[in-house]
T-cell receptor
Framework: KAGVTQTPRYLIKTRGQQVTLSCSPISGHRSVSWYQQTPGQGLQFLFEYFSETQRNKGNFPGRFSGRQFSNSRSEMNVSTLELGDSALYLC?????????????FGQGTRLTVV | DQQVKQNSPSLSVQEGRISILNCDYTNSMFDYFLWYKKYPAEGPTFLISISSIKDKNEDGRFTVFLNKSAKHLSLHIVPSQPGDSAVYFCAAVDNYGQNFVFGPGTRLSVLP
């Protein structure tokens, strides 16, 4: 069974640009969550999608948005990039919603904003 | 204000000895706790979890202890192996499943 796939693995963008990251969950999983990992803040929850609906949202500005498609694939978009957005963005999939189910993480997308 | 704290950023342990990673939380609404392990350049992998109705959960070399009154949990790894060297994240979930918070992580180094 294929794991969680995130593309691209690495990305370099300049300030002010926008970026879209993609996550394909494990087949059959309907919940996709996004996290930002930085050295100073650790892992921070961005949002969760289940059956194409945003179920939970972390404390991030509106520049961070996402969506989920009918095949459960999810995209995360960050507009007007700032230097502080440089981080590893992780996607996790779960069979069900409700964050007390085990989540399986992808390898992440390393975003560098210059 | 951090709701989940891992006050030791790093820990070094000799191979074969016990590793104890600690986690403290402040929100009394948290009722489910998870530990994740993360290697460099990889996403975190789920390790073990515990519900607030239990005070201990064991899985092979890994045991998680929960002290609800102290709002404290710990992960014990016995015996520690070099392959256990990674960053360990503690995570807590509230009983509505709405609030999922990670700690900042503890880097464990198991020395051969």
């Amino acid at each position: 069974k294929a794991g969680v796939t995130q593309t691209p693995r690495y990305l370099i963008k300049t300030r002010g640009q926008q970026v879209t990251l993609s996550c394909s969950p494990i087949s059959g999983h309907r919940s996709v969550s996004w996290y930002q990992q930085t050295p100073g803040q650790g892992l921070q929850f961005l949002f969760e999608y289940f059956s194409e609906t945003q179920r939970n949202k972390g404390n991030f500005p509106g520049r961070f948005s996402g969506r989920q498609f009918s095949n459960s694939r999810s995209e995360m978009n960050v507009s007007t990039l700032e230097l502080g957005d440089s981080a590893l963005y992780l996607c996790a999939s779960s069979l069900l919603t409700g964050t007390n189910t085990e989540a399986f993480f992808g390898q992440g997308t390393r975003l560098t904003v210059v | 204000d951090q709701q989940v704290k891992q006050n030791s950023p790093s820990l070094s342990v000799q191979e074969g000895r016990i590793s104890i990673l600690n986690c403290d939380y402040t929100n009394s609404m948290f009722d489910y706790f998870l530990w994740y392990k993360k290697y460099p350049a990889e996403g975190p992998t789920f390790l073990i979890s515990i519900s607030s109705i239990k005070d201990k959960n064991e899985d092979g070399r890994f045991t998680v202890f929960l002290n609800k009154s102290a709002k404290h949990l710990s992960l014990h790894i016995v015996p520690s192996q070099p392959g256990d060297s990674a960053v360990y994240f503690c995570a807590a979930v509230d009983n509505y499943g709405q609030n999922f918070v990670f700690g900042p992580g503890t880097r464990l180094s198991v020395l051969p």
